[in-house]
């Protein structure tokens, strides 16, 4: 030690921040966000997921186009995630291609179950009960998202798993919209 008090610390004082190669978030704060932003959340966890890969694997890749047509890419996603977890040496039990097929099929089913039920009147009820498909869908991803922060070397998402200003924004901007839909439902019954 310098006998100097005023020299400066020879210890090096930056940390150096791995770049992560996938977007990591507590499954509790992705089923959060994506049930109250109204799903609005899953377009940008896509996004972001696709984002950092492009950018940790310097891919030729449209992150937003993925992010935006995140059914055709999910199996894509967790599949480069098993893919990083066994070329670490690791093992992850998880059967990623059974819940991401959940997660397409719950989209495209309550797609569909929308467009039936607007155009024909004796099914006009499952416009309410469509609802659901959002937070079922979210927990689908929550259930996922241990797998793509085990790859990122994250698993607790100690990193993302508090809400910021922003997320609390977007909660609010999503509670206003089931509540605009929980009311169309209402008078659709009543």
């Known amino acids: 030690m310098s006998e100097n008090v005023y020299a400066p610390p020879l210890a090096p004082l930056e940390t150096v921040v791995q770049p992560s190669e996938f977007y990591v978030v507590s499954p509790a704060k992705l089923l959060t966000l994506a049930t109250l932003t109204f799903g609005f959340y ?29 059914i055709f890419f ?46 024909v009147d004796s099914l006009a009820f499952l416009a309410g009960w469509l609802l659901l498909a959002i937070p079922l869908r979210a927990y689908v991803v929550s259930r996922s998202q241990p797998l793509i922060n085990f790859a990122a070397n994250d698993p607790q998402a100690s990193s993302n798993s508090r809400f910021t200003v922003w997320n609390y924004l977007f909660m609010a901007s999503g509670v206003l919209l089931w509540a605009l839909a ?8 009543h």
Do not use: M
Not at 182 to 189: D, E, F, K, N, S
């Open 42 to 70: 899953f377009y940008y966890w896509s996004y972001k997921n696709w984002s950092l890969y492009k950018q940790y694997n310097q891919a030729d890749i449209w992150p937003w186009a993925r992010g935006l047509l995140c």
């Open 74 to 119: 999910i199996h894509q996603l967790y599949r480069q995630a098993s893919e990083k977890i066994r070329g670490s040496g690791r093992t992850f039990e998880w059967d990623y291609e059974q819940w991401a097929t959940v997660y397409v099929v719950l989209t495209v089913g309550a797609s569909v179950l929308n467009s039936v039920a607007k155009r």
């Open 182 to 189: 929980l009311l169309g439902v209402w008078a659709l019954y």
